[in-house]
């Protein structure tokens, strides 16, 4: 049986060996008879190969959501699982700052900044930000990069059927689109489409994330999705997608002394604008993927431009001074026992305002019960009047004896009316005290 094996793994290496032509390093393709047409990878291949290859071990079967599966164990520094076996493929933070400040002759460089969120494995968002560098060549970063800011595109959707139970945070760069999986598919397609040179000329794709290498395989394990990009990228010269940059990499390979290396502490420890801050300094709406690809995106552009000897910010000193609070340590202390003053005190008028509140309810309630249980007495003793009447009119007509004579019939027919309308109240009277008491648990 190991003898059949081997005999079939040379077969195939000398197949492949023939159909490659001598002294090329680039993909074949299959010549073998009624089968789709294949892209043999040689080893060592390009980048942009190693990107559109299809994934080991990948499952052909049509999936109805966007997977991903957890890995289960630690994330080691130097090896990345699956077709990213070590991080040479990974750019430097030097590779990223020559891309955007020294133009390439002949091509433009399209930044790509991509993340996803999901809730076990189900892919719940997708967030992009595109950026041409031709569009900031001449433009000096200023202050925040608000100037660069406004020449990003920003897309959030959120696949539509996975998110029952999930309330995805404000998107606070792009309109949040809700879509299925193959919309969403059709969705990307559109923007790749759109990333492609408006004339002849050639682009390159860089793609930038914060832990890139899960971002990645979230996208290239679905068929619809990864085929397009496939189809698109191998089909154009145009677009090549030539460099990988992660912030987690640029965070650790940097002299800089950051919190930890999370999204949330980078982006915040950088000189990002206050309007995407919190009270405390954060940076606000992270864990969203289209606020997570845009942040992502400045993260890389502000360690990209700064300075060698610019200090980090401290998240407190920034809400501090976006706030107008005082810096010296007693000014602070006194402006905190203030602080707790009035927090304290909001929240004993907030109590005393729920307390109120409730016997507001409690006294409606009550005032509702009296009501009901007061109508139904009414009925109760209103239909106690009816049958006494019914009784008396029948006895006076048992006591003439003259069922023939029209007196004593008519007798007969107002007791039967009384008797009638007696039983209607009596009816009433149960019906009520059932609905009373609905009612009143009710309210």
């Not at 993909?27 to 290859?53: F, T």
């Not at 040479?88 to 933070?93: E, M």
């Not at 059927?161 to 999930?166: F, L, P, Q, V």
């Not at 405390?280 to 864990?287: K, S």
Request: charged share 25%.
């Amino acid at each position: 049986m190991g003898i059949i094996k081997s005999l079939g793994a040379l077969a195939s290496l000398s197949q492949r060996a023939a159909l490659q032509k001598p002294g090329s390093g680039g993909p074949v393709v299959s010549a073998i008879p009624n089968s789709r047409p294949k892209i043999l990878i040689p080893l060592g291949g390009s980048l942009h190969h190693k990107i559109l290859g299809p994934a080991p071990n990948q499952d052909k079967r049509r999936k109805r959501s966007l997977s991903h599966k957890r890995r289960r164990s630690l994330r080691s520094p130097k090896r990345l699982p699956g077709w990213w076996t070590n991080r040479d493929n990974l750019g430097s933070l030097a590779q990223f700052k020559d891309l955007i400040t020294k133009p390439q002759s002949g091509r433009d460089t399209i930044l790509v900044a991509l993340d996803t969120e999901y809730k076990g494995p189900i892919v719940t968002e997708i967030g992009l930000t595109t950026l041409r560098v031709s569009d900031i060549q001449d433009l000096q970063p200023d202050k925040h990069l608000a100037a660069w800011m406004q020449k990003m595109e920003h897309y959030h959707f959120v696949l539509r059927g996975s998110t029952s139970g999930i309330r995805p945070k404000t998107a606070r760069f792009a309109k949040s689109q809700r879509m299925s999986v193959t919309e969403t598919c059709a969705a990307v397609f559109k923007i790749w489409r759109r990333l492609l040179p408006p004339t002849k000329s050639e682009a390159n794709v860089a793609l930038i994330g914060h832990s890139l290498d899960g971002d990645i395989d979230v996208l290239r394990n679905v068929d619809n999705l990864a085929d397009n990009v496939r189809i698109l990228l191998r089909d154009d010269p145009r677009l090549r997608v030539t460099h990988l940059f992660d912030t987690q990499h640029f965070a650790r390979g940097s002299e800089l002394n950051f919190a930890s290396v999370s999204l949330a502490d980078l982006a915040s420890s950088l000189d990002i604008a206050p309007e995407y801050r919190d009270d405390r300094g954060m940076i606000a709406g992270w864990h969203n993927a289209s606020n997570d690809a845009a942040y992502t995106m400045l993260t890389a552009l502000f360690m990209a431009t700064r300075n060698p000897g610019d200090a980090l910010i401290s998240p407190t000193r920034s809400a501090m001074q976006h706030r107008n609070l005082p810096s010296s340590p007693s000014a602070w202390r006194e402006w905190s026992r203030a602080r707790q003053v009035r927090r304290r005190s909001v929240k004993l008028q907030r109590r005393k305002e729920r307390q109120e509140k409730q016997k507001r309810r409690e006294a409606v309630k009550a005032h509702r019960k009296q009501r009901l249980s007061s109508t139904s007495a009414w009925l109760e003793q209103k239909a106690k009047q009816k049958l006494r009447k019914a009784d008396d009119v029948l006895r006076e007509a048992l006591r003439t004896l003259r069922p023939r004579t029209r007196n004593a019939s008519s007798k007969w027919m107002q007791g039967a009316k009384w008797m009638l309308q007696g039983g209607c109240y009596i009816t009433l009277v149960y019906v009520f005290a059932i609905t009373s008491q609905a009612a009143v648990g009710f309210f």
